[in-house]
């Protein structure tokens, strides 16, 4: 089987202003050391808003997904705190990197008051759009709708406070600096990635970077490795750069690559079937990477350690599995959203550890299973899947493979197999799982209670 290489994105860390030499804040005013000049225009890209009362960011509560959720503001580092900011007339739209969902005032209020929440984001939508004034090195965030700025509640440094609109002025409450979210895998002389912060913007109000090493990501990278459409299945991307990692790049928060592709060299330069090799990608617990390309060879893919989002990962040939899902929480959540591989012998995803796996808006071409429940790990667990709008183009062997035995469920919806018809692909095979051993087949097609779909739910076009 030929191997396909697919480039990696690197991360970039942008400090936009003066919020690099952000100072912790104290409850006295909370006013930062250095914010001492005007900020400039701010640029679209994906940042952390950080607010000058208790040097807290801006943040969607347990990085819910969920529409009506009213933001807070949070110690920083945590994987709902991501803003990609898109251009919207004289203004901005603030999108959550982790749901797609956009920060707005809600019910489109004008009141003092009124809270700002995440909700499903609306094209020209004046209650989704914030001007950016520069103010003490920072800025007010002004809402389209009502003219009103974002505040934390009450004035308050306390994490957890709920943010909300109100008249605008010059309190620590209302004033937001932006620090560009951790994206920067700037190759070193020796190859590997290490993150770096060493870019703040031009009197242009265009950032600049720095990275080490002739491998150095460009602004030119492809914006076909970007994720545009939510919802849509994507082409697969044709990235520019290639980074290379020689060890595991380590993902806390947000890593986005910006559509580059990441080949492993060295000890992860192989694209076997052996399951002790590392990854390319290590996710911790809430951790969100996203906009990357996994070349050829891919190592063991991505690893996730718990709660995780894949969004717009593509891989061009896999190795021994895209991505390993762990963790022990049997309320974890991982998702990949977008996004496409092709090329696995065996497995795409791999899910060992506990919880519910959603995977939607992608596309698998020549593959064994999209999915597998661990069918013989040591520690078994109920899991569950949720497959929504998949395009699968044959060759390929089986959808998902479960444990309903074990207490797993898999609920299919708008899956496209495309190709040679007359190539059978099973939608839903079921297993008889064990903690040692080999787990022996127990039957396929939906039955209600473990393999949930329809006939309706499955299309199928040459």
Not at 64 to 81: F, K, M, P, Y
Not at 224 to 231: E, I, K, L, N, Q
Not at 355 to 372: A, S
Not at 386 to 414: E, F, Q, S, Y
Request: charged share 15%.
């Amino acid at each position: 089987m030929s191997k396909r290489a697919i480039r990696p994105k690197r991360g970039r860390i942008v400090a936009l202003g003066s919020a690099a030499a952000l100072a912790a804040a104290g409850a006295a005013g909370g006013i930062w050391a250095s914010a001492d000049a005007a900020a400039p225009t701010p640029v679209a890209g994906t940042y952390t808003l950080v607010g000058a009362a208790g040097g807290l960011c801006l943040d969607v509560p347990g990085s819910s997904v969920a529409d009506g959720v009213q933001l807070t503001q949070h110690a920083c580092g945590g994987a709902g705190q991501a803003w990609r900011l898109t251009a919207a007339g004289s203004g901005f739209t603030l999108v959550a990197a982790h749901s797609g969902k956009c920060a707005a005032v809600r019910d489109a209020r004008t009141g003092a008051g009124a809270a700002v929440q995440q909700e499903a984001c609306t094209t020209g939508a004046p209650a989704q759009t914030w001007t950016f004034t520069a103010v003490d090195g920072g800025y007010r965030l002004v809402n389209g709708g009502s003219g009103k700025c974002l505040a934390v509640r009450d004035g308050s440094a306390a994490p957890g406070t709920p943010v909300q609109q109100n008249s605008c002025g010059s309190a620590p409450a209302k004033r937001w600096a932006l620090k560009a979210v951790a994206a920067t895998a700037a190759p070193t002389a020796s190859g590997t990635a290490t993150a770096t912060a060493s870019a703040t913007p031009t009197a242009s109000a265009k950032p600049t970077a720095t990275a080490t090493a002739s491998a150095k990501p460009t602004a030119t990278a492809s914006p076909t490795a970007t994720a545009t459409a939510t919802g849509a299945i994507q082409a697969w991307p044709t990235p520019t750069v290639d980074v290379p990692l020689t060890a595991t790049q380590k993902v806390t928060g947000v890593f986005d690559g910006g559509g580059r592709r990441y080949v492993g060299k060295g000890a992860l330069g192989t694209g076997g079937q052996s399951e002790s090799q590392p990854a390319l990608f290590e996710l911790a617990d809430g951790a969100v990477l996203q906009n990357v390309v996994l070349g050829d060879p891919a190592a063991d893919g991505v690893h996730c350690s718990g709660t995780c989002t894949l969004r717009n990962v593509w891989w061009e040939n896999v190795g021994e599995d895209a991505a390993t899902f762990k963790g022990t929480s049997a309320s974890q959540v991982m998702t990949v959203d977008g996004g496409g591989a092709r090329g696995a012998a065996d497995k795409v995803f791999q899910h060992n550890g506990p919880g519910t796996m959603v995977i939607r808006n992608f596309r698998v071409e020549d593959f064994g299973k999209l999915y597998r429940s661990c069918g013989n790990c040591k520690t078994q667990y109920a899991r569950h899947v949720v497959i929504d709008n998949v395009l699968a183009t044959v060759p390929g062997k089986k959808i998902v493979g479960i444990n309903p035995n074990l207490g797993d469920t898999a609920k299919i919806t708008r899956l496209t197999i495309a190709g040679d018809t007359s190539h059978k692909i099973t939608v839903c095979q079921r297993f008889t799982g064990v903690t040692s051993g080999e787990p022996k087949e127990a039957g396929s097609g939906p039955d209600g209670t473990s393999c949930l779909y329809t006939a309706a739910d499955v299309t199928y076009r040459s």
